[in-house]
């Protein structure tokens, strides 16, 4: 089956460390993204990538980093720089950037 | 920066009722799509409705979309309890193909 694969589902990170969130995508995409939701609220676009070797900052992506390797993998990571980690993270892809999106089934990231 | 706005924040009806959701954007835009949530999952793509289109289909799904007055509507007829989720809107605006997603309608469909 095709579909995004993100983990994983639940993650803690203690002040000060690095953390890296995987999401790999079998439905030969080009286009990848992140979004971070908060309780009861949307989401909001920190990375997106339109293809390999290439990605672009959206609205919050201080403190967070990417890479776009492989087409298939877009793995983010939540850097200490990042004050106020803890969300819910998403990743999603879609054919490009004028399609609509098909979604992993997101990573918990909560604080220690 | 959000661009769509949904109205109602959250919505609870009966089985079997209709239910009707807006969203309200700012610019111009190509398309504006609607996707479901259902709670601690990812989003799920319903339907698109491109700037040239005033009404989309989609089983039980029908959207509308009024360019002029920048506003969109999301109705789900005789609903089921298994329709409460979230449900986004979200915009796709002419210059950068850049997709906004609204804050959501909660949806509380009672068996």
């Known amino acids: 089956d095709g579909g995004i694969t993100q983990s994983p589902k639940y993650l803690f990170r203690k002040e000060g460390q690095n953390v890296t969130l995987s999401c790999e995508q079998n439905l030969n995409h080009d ?6 939701q908060d309780p009861g609220q949307g989401l909001r676009l920190i990375y997106y990538s ?7 900052k959206g609205d919050i992506a201080e403190g967070y980093s990417v890479s776009r390797e492989k087409k298939e993998s877009f793995p983010l990571t939540v850097t200490s720089a990042q004050k106020n980690p803890t969300a819910f993270y998403l990743c999603a892809s879609s054919i490009d950037l004028a399609q609509p999106q098909h979604f992993g089934d997101g990573t918990r990231l909560s604080i220690l | 920066s959000q661009q769509g706005e949904e ?6 009806i009966q089985e079997g009722e209709n239910a009707t959701m807006n969203c309200s954007y700012k610019t111009s835009i190509n398309n504006l799509q609607w996707y479901r949530q259902n709670s601690g999952r990812g989003l799920v793509h319903l339907i698109l ?6 009404e989309k289909h989609s089983g039980r799904l ?4 009024d360019t002029s007055k920048k506003s969109s509507s999301l109705l789900i007829t005789a609903s089921r309890a298994a329709d409460t ?3 986004f809107c979200a915009t796709q605006d002419t ?3 850049k997709t906004i997603f609204g804050a959501g309608t909660r949806l509380f469909v009672k068996a």
């Open chain 2, 62 to 65: 029908r959207v509308t979309l």
């Open chain 1, 31 to 36: 286009a990848m993204y992140w979004y971070r």
């Open chain 2, 49 to 54: 409705i491109r700037s040239n289109e005033r």
């Open chain 1, 50 to 56: 339109q293809i390999v070797n290439d990605f672009q």
């Open chain 2, 7 to 12: 109205d109602p924040q959250a919505l609870s």
């Open chain 2, 95 to 97: 210059g950068g193909f």
């Open chain 2, 85 to 87: 989720a979230s449900y």
